[in-house]
Structure formats: structure tokens, C-alpha cells
């Protein structure tokens, strides 16, 4: 989920945690579970720093070892060792409580996402992603801003929070319903499909498509479970030439290849060097691709420069490799 989501998801485990006796009937412990939650619900996105360095860093690592199954077990402990000295009164064992609570939180909600985690690490690499909330959900961030809106109006914050979450599960059942529909008429409509991506935009009724079968690549959308094809690519496979082996050992290419399971690729030759471009297909945008990889090399198939990331223009990109050393 993004940042503003994960805040407001701190606040009201802080204000959920109020149904804890223990946590109730101490201001101090309510105090220090309030400020944990919120550190809690944050924490696992600390990598986010990760892109002052750069994308490839980034898209590597990022929901990787932070979201992990050691790291879901350390970050509380952590935490808690920073706040408990200031609230020394407080009951340790509800302080740990609640900070875990909130960490996992974090890091389960993410998987529900279509970028997902690495929450099986160290067992395995992969990356879980469900692909039925968009990183921001609309309904889910205004629900929880309500919540704290009748909290600050005199709401009891436990009931009233436990009443959302039950809203919530919910809606996560709705969503899976959703997909499961679109599911079937992407199915219907490519029933050759080798593998089908399914991916939430933030409304509720429109999905984004990517589908691969034998021979091609199907790009649409759903809307309100009726799927629609825009655009078609023959699926070719990426040859092993000394150009596109040469790119290969680019950071950012490398970085690409390891995050997107659907892309295409081209090849061009200018007079000095060549350009090599992989385009993940399921961003579609107003017509465009907008998460690319980008490696330019020069007749000697040295890496002059390249990008990966987000570009909504052909002159952004040019001036990205212009100005991003390799």
C-alpha cells in the first residue's frame, strides 16, 4: 500500500489496541502502543530510501528483505528497544504486542497488491502478489480517514475500528469475487492463455489485462467484468545476439528483467550506437508504456548509458539518458 495508507492504518491499530485491557486501563502503555503502531505500520518501507541511489537499486530490493519472515520478527523488537525507554512504565509484553501486530499488518496487506512482496523470504524468493488492491485504494484510505474522523468526534476508536476491519474483510472478499469474474472472461476471450496478470486500478469496476499465450501478448481492460483487447504484439522470443547480451549486463536492464514478467523488447542501430529497449506491457497508460528499460551502447558494444522507471514521454527519456550515468 502507499505511505499515506500505511499511516492511517497505524493510527487506527493505536486506536483498535484501546480493546486490550491492558492497554485501556494504562495511559502509558496506550501512549507508547500508539506511537509503535504507527513507527510499526511504517517500518518494512524503510528501503523506499533506496531510490536516492538509484532505480535498479530500487525495483531490486525494494518489499524484499525489509518485508521478509525475519525481518516481520525483528522489526518490533527493534522498535520496541527504541520507545520502551521513554516509557518505562509501560507493559512490555502489549508494547511488542501491538508493534507486531502492526508490522505484520504491513507486510500482509502489501501481498494483496499486483507488485506484491517477498514475504517468503529466506524460503523462497518469489514474489506474492495477489493483484486485487491497487497500491492506493480509494474506499480503503477513506474508510479509515472516517474512522478517525468519528474517533476524534467521540467514538469509542476500539469498536469503531473494529467495525471497519470487519467492513474490510469484506471488501477483500468482494475484490476476489471481482477478479474471479474477470478472470473468466479473459479466459473466454484468449482461451489458449499461457499466463493471465490481473492488475487493480484505483476504481473499483477497472482492471488492467495482460495476457501471453503461445504466440502473442494481449494488452486490455476490464470494465465492470466486460474485457477489452487494445493492443496485440507477436511474442518473440529474445535472441541471443552480442548486442542484446552485451545490454543484459546493464544494472538497470538486469533490475527490469528480475521485476517484469511481461514485456516486449526492440532493437535499434543508429550511426554510433545501438539502442536496446524492454517495455513491460502491464502499465498501459492513455496508449503508452510507461515502465521501460533503456541500455544504448556503442559500436564496440561498450554501455554508453542507460534508465529504468517511469516515462510518460519519448523527450523525458532523452534527457534520462542524457543525464543518468550507468
Known sequence: MDTGTHVVMGLALGGLATLDPVVANSTVTASSVMIATIVGSQAPDIDTVLK?????????????????????????????????????????????????????????????????????????????????????????????????????????????????????VAYYIVRFITQKAVLRAVKQLVPDATEII???????????????????????????NKVTILDQFNRVAVPETPVIDAAKKDKNLSAFLSFSPVYRWEVDEYDDFYEVRFIDLRYRSNGHYPFVAVVQLDTDLNIKTSYTGWIFSEEKLRKKLDIIPN
Open 52 to 168: 536516492l541511489r538509484n532505480n535498479a537499486v530500487y525495483i531490486r530490493n525494494h518489499r524484499g528483505v525489509t518485508h521478509s519472515i525475519p525481518a516481520v520478527l525483528l522489526w518490533p523488537l527493534g522498535i520496541v528497544a527504541v520507545i520502551y525507554p521513554f516509557f518505562p512504565e509501560a507493559n512490555l509484553l502489549h508494547l511488542w504486542i501491538w508493534t507486531f501486530i502492526a508490522v505484520f499488518l504491513h507486510v500482509f496487506v502489501d501481498i494483496f497488491n499486483a507488485y506484491g512482496t517477498q514475504a517468503l523470504r529466506p524460503f523462497s524468493s518469489k514474489w506474492v502478489a495477489l493483484g486485487v488492491i491497487n497500491t492506493f485504494d480509494p474506499f480503503i484510505f477513506g474508510i479509515h480517514i472516517l474512522g478517525l474522523i468519528a474517533w476524534a468526534f467521540g467514538a469509542h476508536p476500539g469498536y469503531t475500528f473494529l467495525g471497519i476491519y470487519a467492513v474490510l
Open 198 to 224: 490481473i492488475a487493480p486500478t484505483m476504481k473499483f469496476h477497472q482492471w488492467r489485462i495482460a495476457v501471453m499465450n503461445k504466440h502473442q501478448f494481449f494488452v486490455g481492460r476490464s470494465h465492470n
